[in-house]
């Protein structure tokens, strides 16, 4: 004991971290020995770890079943609907989960007029430990069709380009998703070819549903409370617009919705909408020579006179920002253009908003008759600037995934999660990892071991922090 007191507390936690990590090599006969040198509550610990390994070990994971089951509902949103949730649709699946989860015998669940499903899982521990909340969204992207999908699980995969059966023009090739070469001995499922596959984000929905099926099966496993909600329409931004916070009613949260297996996700872009309204002059085309000022056609001026060699997402990689124009629509009278401005600076995206007025207004100057307006919105931010307040969020899920066999590493997302609106709502909100690859695209795949390696971040996650 004398020693231990000359160690600093950081170093203490360090070494206790340390021991934590080496729980799949210690023989648990041993772990009493360990009583000459640590409390006996740091012993329990040990004991507590080797048995929650053990029990992982023998648990018979049900994410694969379940992905395969929820990725056949079309849950597809759609930006232009008005209602919440874009799609109802969307309920469908929201309907199965909450079946599967009162068979869990969890009564404790519901599913809102805005296509939100809540769930609420009660502590297992006496002693006072945060609220986590751990979420997913439902819906799939409108980028590529979500109806009748097909999943394929390709066993033991060897490297080999998959071709996919309904169109074989559509290939996923190792050469091109290197993250394939991690995967030789997995078992990757896959779409047909005709469709995406949803692993984006109902492979999150079915780890943390494994996790829950977990938990209910194992009682003796110490967690805190734990909030579930599943939500609608991430893929338009709206992910977040109708969520009750005061239902999930905890202290930190974590999103299921990351690629590569050990990825954690502290920091996202910033991200406006930014749309410029035009007022051409219309005049018959018979008689329009000195008259006709088109709107569509100053509004594709416009575009055209957009940086070419930069500030685009084809021309631009990690930290990098951009502007980019995702619809135009209007007549000779009136148009539009909708664009999207992302960044990782906050600042920059003022910056671009100005950009694009002035190139607007260059090109306006040949127009006199004709104007513009302009228009800036805010639709998330870098969570970083609040997540950087609250390490532990990090830490304890790094030391999650090292648990899990994991080596853990922090990256930042170029695009953004429902987690950055909550972290800006009060929820420190954290990506973690869902093995998710090629999302969007027909090329859509994710690994079965990597399923598995994600429900158990999320066990060992709710134990950590009743630990701690």
């Not at 007022?279 to 008259?291: D, E, L, V, Y």
Request: proline share 5%; hydrophobic share 35%; with cysteine.
């Amino acid at each position: 004991m004398k020693q231990i007191s000359t160690v600093s507390q950081n170093q203490g936690s360090k070494i206790i971290r340390y021991f934590e990590r080496l729980i799949t090599f210690i023989n648990p006969i041993k772990i009493n020995s360990f009583n000459t040198i640590f409390s006996s509550n740091i012993s329990n610990k040990l004991n507590f770890m080797v048995l929650l390994s053990d029990l992982l070990k023998k648990y018979t994971f049900t994410s694969t079943d379940r992905f395969l089951r929820y990725v056949q509902i079309d849950t597809q949103s759609d930006p232009r609907s008005l209602s919440s949730p874009s799609t109802e649709k969307q309920k469908n699946l929201g309907k199965v989960l909450v079946d599967e989860i009162k068979k869990l015998g969890i009564q404790e669940v519901e599913l809102d007029q805005y296509g939100y499903v809540y769930t609420f899982i009660p502590a297992t521990v006496t002693h006072e430990t945060p609220t986590l909340c751990f979420c997913s969204h439902m819906d799939t992207s409108p980028d590529c069709s979500g109806a009748d999908v097909k999943p394929i699980v390709h066993t033991n995969y060897q490297g080999q380009d998959l071709v996919l059966p309904d169109d074989t023009s559509i290939i996923i090739r190792a050469a091109e998703h290197p993250d394939l070469w991690e995967q030789v001995g997995h078992d990757i499922i896959t779409a047909s070819g005709k469709t995406l596959l949803g692993a984006d984000n109902k492979a999150g929905v079915a780890e943390i549903m494994d996790a829950m099926a977990f938990w209910v099966a194992h009682p003796e496993v110490p967690h805190g409370p734990i909030s579930i909600v599943f939500t609608p329409d991430e893929e338009v931004g709206r992910g977040t617009d109708h969520i009750d916070l005061a239902k999930i009613n905890a202290t930190y949260g974590y999103t299921l919705d990351g690629e590569k297996r050990g990825h954690l996700e502290n920091e996202t872009f910033s991200a406006d909408g930014f749309t410029v309204y035009i007022q051409g002059i219309s005049q018959h085309p018979g008689f329009a020579k000195g008259r006709m000022e088109s709107a569509l056609k100053i509004a594709a001026e416009i575009i055209a006179a957009l940086p070419k060699d930069t500030l685009s997402p084809e021309t631009t990689e990690g930290k990098q920002g951009f502007i980019h124009p995702t619809d135009i629509q209007g007549s000779v009278e009136e148009a539009r253009i909708d664009f999207i401005l992302r960044d990782f600076e906050t600042a920059k995206l003022a910056e671009y908003g100005e950009l694009i007025q002035s190139i607007s207004q260059k090109i306006l100057a040949n127009y006199p008759n004709s104007s513009a307006t302009f228009e800036q919105n805010e639709q998330y931010r870098n969570m970083h600037e609040i997540l950087k307040d609250h390490p532990q969020c990090m830490e304890f899920a790094m030391e999650a995934m090292e648990l899990a066999g994991l080596k853990p590493e922090t990256c930042s997302i170029r695009g953004g999660t429902d987690g950055s609106r909550l972290t800006f709502m009060g929820l420190p909100c954290p990506n973690i990892f869902a093995g998710e690859h090629a999302f969007h695209s027909k090329q859509e795949w994710v690994s079965v071991q990597d399923m598995q390696k994600a429900t158990e971040t999320i066990i060992y996650l709710a134990s950590i922090y009743a630990r701690k």
